[in-house]
C-alpha cells in the first residue's frame, strides 16, 4: 500500500539489516524467489511448446542482478531451462550479488557477458529483467542500453525485478531506452515510479512480494505516499465502497450540496456536475446559475433544485455578485465552484469574496452604504438585499427577492421588496442600497456557518491570478478547500510548466496542498491527491477513455457530494478519485472501446 523512493527504501533496507538484524543476503533471496515464482506462475500461463519453460536472466552489476541470480537458481530447482546473460564482466559483481555470482556457477547454470547481437532470443520462452533497480542513475548507459532494447525487440514475456530497468523509480520518468515488462515483482514495497505515469504503463502488472522487510516500518519511517487501490480504500481509508445505509435515515442525513457551476457557452459542465453529485449520494443538491440559464435548464436534472442568481441577463458569472452566491451557503453542506464558471473581470476579488464568506469570515462594513450592503451578505436575506440594492432592473432586483424568499429570509425580503420598489420607481441604486443597507448591517453581526469547498477549473485560474492568495484566510477544520487542477492549471497555480509539475507529480501536489493548507487532487494518469499534513495517494483506477470533456466536472461533483455527506476531506477527495475512475473503467467495460467514454457514462456508472 505504500508508495516509497529509492532513498526510503534504502533506509528501510538498512534498518531490516542493522537493526533488526537479518543478513542482506536473507532478503536477496526472499527477493529472487518471488522474481521466480511470479516467472514460473506467467509460464503456466503462457502456451510453451511442450518441455519445460526456457528463461533468460539478464543481470547487471548491482544487487538488481543478484536478485536475478537467485531468480535463476530457484527457476532452475523448479525444472525450468535457465541461462544468464551478465550485463558486464561477472568480476565487477561485488557484494552480495557477487555471493550469488559465485553460488550460480557452482550451480552449473550457463552463464555468459552480453556481445552485442549475441543473444539468440528465439531460444527463450521468457525473460526476466535484473539488470537495473533502484540504484540507476540517469537513462542507462550501454551496454544496458542496448540489452533492453533486443529485450524489448524480442517480443518475449519480461517479468521485471523490483522495476523495469530503465524507469526513474522515483518520479516514473521513463528513460530512453526502458524495459516494456509484462509483469513487475516489486521488492518489499512498491516504489513510486510503479504507480505514476507513465512508469506504470512500462510495469505490466505489478506485485509486491514481502522479502522480509516489515510492513509497519513503512510508518516508523514516515513513508506519506500510498497506492490508492482497492486494499487502500478499505483498509487504511476505512471506507467500505459498496457505502452502506442505515435503514432510519432520511434525504437530510447526507447532506445538501451547493454546485455553483455552468454558463451560457459551458451550461453542460453544470449539468455533469450537479448529476454526479447526486449519483454520488448526497441528500439534496442545489444548482446556482445565472438567472438566464435557468428557463432553458428546467427539468434538464429534476432532482435537483435550482438557483436562478441575477446576472443583468448576460448568463454568465460577470454580474453576479460574490455576496449573492455566499448567500445561497445558508443551510447547504458543502459548495463546487467552478465548472463551466468562466472567467470575468475582477474575478479574484470574487473568488477571495466566497472563499471568505465559505470559511466563515464576514468583511468589515465598508463606509459607504451600498458597499456595505453588498460586502455584509452573510445570510440569504441581506446578501440578496445587496444584490437588489446594486441592482439597476427590476427583473434583477425581482430575482434577487425570489432568492431570499426561498431561503425563507423574511427580513431580507422585505429589504428587497423595498430595494425592488425602489429601483422599479427608478429611483437612485443609492437609495436602494441604503433600503439594504439596514438589514445587511443587522445580518453582518451573525457570522455565517463556515463550509466545504470544492474549486474546480475556472475557479482555479482565478486563485492562479489572486497575487494575495497566501494572505487569504484560513480555512477552519470544518470547511476545507479541495482543488482539483489538472496540470495545466496546477502549473499556474505553482507558477511553474507543465512538465515541471508532471516530473514530479507527487512533489508538485504535495508542496502546494502543504503550503496552503488545501487538499490538491492533481488529474490526469495516476491522479495524485495531496493533504496538507503531507500524504499523498496516487490513484490507481481510471482509463484514457476518460480524457474528455466533463470529467473532471464529474469528479468535482463527486467529491463536492462527499463532502456534503460529511466525510473528511481526505477520504472525500481520495475515495471520489477512486470511485470516480472505477466508474470510468465499467463504463469502458460497457462500450467497445474506450475512446466512446463519455463524461455522462461516468456519472452514470457510480
Ligand atoms: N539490501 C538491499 O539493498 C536489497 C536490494 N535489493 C535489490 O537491489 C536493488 C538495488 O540495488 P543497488 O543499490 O545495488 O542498485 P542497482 O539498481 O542494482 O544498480 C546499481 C548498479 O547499476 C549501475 N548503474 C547505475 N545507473 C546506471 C545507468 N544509468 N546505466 C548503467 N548502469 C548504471 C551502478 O554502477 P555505477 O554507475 O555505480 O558504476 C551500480 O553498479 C533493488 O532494486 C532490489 O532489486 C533486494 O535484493 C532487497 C535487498
Ligand atoms: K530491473
Given at each position: 500500500m505504500h508508495l516509497v523512493t529509492a532513498e526510503e527504501m534504502r533506509r528501510l533496507d538498512r534498518h531490516t539489516i542493522d537493526t533488526i538484524g537479518l543478513p542482506a543476503l536473507v532478503l536477496m533471496e526472499n527477493a529472487g524467489r518471488a522474481i521466480a515464482e511470479a516467472a514460473l506462475a506467467l509460464s503456466a500461463q503462457l502456451e510453451l511448446r511442450g518441455g519445460p519453460a526456457r528463461w533468460l536472466v539478464l543481470a547487471g552489476k548491482g544487487n538488481n542482478g543478484g536478485d536475478g541470480l537467485v531468480a535463476a537458481r530457484h527457476l532452475c530447482e523448479a525444472g525450468a531451462e535457465t541461462a544468464v546473460v551478465y550485463a558486464?564482466?561477472?568480476?565487477?559483481l561485488t557484494g552480495d550479488a557477487a555471493v550469488q555470482r559465485d553460488a550460480l556457477a557452482r550451480f552449473g547454470i550457463a552463464a555468459s557477458v552480453c556481445a552485442p547481437g549475441a543473444i539468440d532470443w528465439r531460444a527463450y520462452d521468457g525473460v526476466i529483467d535484473?539488470?537495473?533497480?533502484?540504484?540507476t542513475r540517469g537513462a542507462p548507459r550501454e551496454p544496458y542500453a542496448s540489452l533492453i532494447r533486443e529485450a524489448n525487440a524480442s517480443g518475449l514475456p519480461i517479468v521485471a525485478a523490483d522495476i523495469p530497468s530503465g524507469l526513474d523509480a522515483d518520479t516514473g520518468a521513463v528513460h530512453e531506452p526502458c524495459i516494456r515488462a509484462d509483469r513487475t515483482v516489486a521488492l518489499a514495497f512498491r516504489k513510486r515510479g510503479l504507480a505514476l505515469h507513465p512508469g506504470r504503463e512500462v510495469a505490466g502488472d505489478v506485485s509486491v512480494a514481502p522479502i522480509g522487510i516489515p510492513a509497519w516500518l513503512a510508518e516508523t519511517y514516515g513513508v506519506r505516499a500510498f497506492h490508492l487501490d482497492e486494499a487502500a480504500v478499505r483498509k487504511r481509508l476505512g471506507i467500505d465502497p459498496s457505502l452502506p445505509r442505515r435503514t432510519d435515515t432520511h434525504k437530510g442525513t447526507y447532506g445538501h450540496v451547493l454546485v455553483a457551476a455552468g454558463s451560457l457557452p459551458m451550461a453542460g459542465a453544470g449539468l455533469l456536475c450537479v448529476r454526479a453529485a447526486l449519483r454520488a449520494g448526497c441528500g439534496l443538491a442545489t444548482w446556482a446559475v445565472p438567472a438566464r440559464l435557468a428557463e432553458p435548464l428546467l427539468g434538464r436534472v429534476p432532482e435537483a433544485m435550482l438557483a436562478p442568481l441575477a446576472d443583468g441577463g448576460r448568463g454568465d458569472w460577470a454580474a453576479v455578485p460574490a455576496e449573492a452566491l455566499a448567500a445561497l451557503?445558508?443551510?447547504?453542506?458543502a459548495l463546487v465552484l467552478g465548472p463551466g464558471l468562466g472567467r470575468f473581470e475582477g474575478d479574484s476579488a470574487w473568488l477571495r469574496r466566497v472563499w471568505e464568506a465559505t470559511a466563515g469570515v464576514v468583511p468589515p462594513v465598508a463606509a459607504d452604504a451600498g458597499t456595505a450592503a453588498a460586502q455584509a451578505g452573510d445570510t440569504p436575506g441581506a446578501a440578496a438585499a445587496a444584490h437588489a440594492a446594486a441592482a439597476t432592473t427590476t427583473a434583477d432586483a425581482a430575482c434577487a427577492a425570489s432568492v431570499a424568499a426561498q431561503a425563507g429570509d423574511t427580513i431580507g425580503a422585505a429589504a428587497i421588496t423595498h430595494a425592488a420598489a425602489a429601483t422599479a420607481r427608478a429611483t437612485t441604486a443609492a437609495d436602494a442600497a441604503s433600503a439594504a443597507s439596514a438589514p445587511a448591517r443587522a445580518a453582518a453581526n451573525r457570522s455565517p456557518k463556515p463550509l466545504p469547498l470544492v474549486l474546480d477549473a475556472d475557479a482555479l485560474n482565478m486563485l492562479a491570478d489572486a497575487d494575495d492568495f497566501a494572505g487569504w484566510v484560513k480555512r477552519p477544520a470544518g470547511a476545507p478547500a479541495v482543488l482539483t487542477p489538472h496540470p495545466g492549471e496546477m502549473a499556474r497555480l505553482l507558477r511553474c510548466t507543465v512538465p515541471e509539475v508532471q516530473r514530479d507529480r507527487i512533489g508538485a501536489a504535495r508542496s502546494y496542498a502543504e503550503k496552503h493548507g488545501v487538499y490538491v487532487v492533481l488529474k490526469g494518469a495516476g491522479t495524485v491527491i495531496a493533504t496538507p499534513a503531507g500524504i499523498a495517494y496516487v490513484n490507481s483506477t481510471g482509463n484514457a477513455g476518460m480524457a474528455t470533456g466533463g470529467s473532471g466536472d464529474v469528479l468535482a461533483g463527486i467529491i463536492g457530494s462527499l463532502l456534503a455527506q460529511g466525510w473528511d476531506a481526505e477520504k472525500a477527495a481520495a475515495f471520489g478519485v477512486w470511485w470516480h475512475g472505477r466508474a470510468g473503467d465499467r463504463a469502458a467495460e460497457a462500450r467497445m472501446t474506450t475512446a466512446s467514454l463519455m463524461a455522462g457514462d461516468i456519472a452514470d456508472y457510480l
Open positions: 558486464e564482466p561477472p568480476e565487477r535484473a539488470l537495473l533497480g533502484t540504484g451557503c445558508t443551510g447547504r453542506s
